[in-house]
């Protein structure tokens, strides 16, 4: 691909371009998605949280570690895929189905 796009004629290196932003946008990780509260590490499917909404999938999670009844309130954090520092950064739930494929980790913080 870095041929093609260095690529004297103009539209074979306009597709080269292009062909590597599609390589490098490639659809994620397709594996579960690691979720941390505290102490514990579980592992939920991509698929199965990719169905959900934000807020039905901060349920489900919050269900998982027996969080639904928590006084004190919570908060979803994720590592990004792409992101060079690896950080995690707080979740728009509005965008949830937007941010799935994307999500490396999430962690419930309070």
Not at 20 to 47: C, D, N, W
Not at 64 to 90: C, H, M, W, Y
């Amino acid at each position: 691909l870095a041929s093609l796009a260095n690529s004297e004629n103009n539209v074979a290196a306009g597709l080269g371009e292009v062909l590597q932003a599609f390589v490098a946008g490639s659809y994620p990780s397709p594996g579960p998605i690691l979720i941390e509260f505290g102490h514990r590490t579980m592992a939920l499917g991509r698929k199965r949280m990719s169905t959900m909404t934000g807020r039905n999938a901060f349920l489900y999670v919050k269900g998982k570690f027996g969080l639904l009844n928590a006084s004190t309130p919570l908060f979803l954090q994720a590592v990004i895929t792409g992101r060079a520092d690896g950080a995690f950064v707080e979740i728009d739930l509005d965008a949830w189905e937007e941010i799935v494929p994307y999500i490396e980790k999430l962690r419930i913080i309070t």
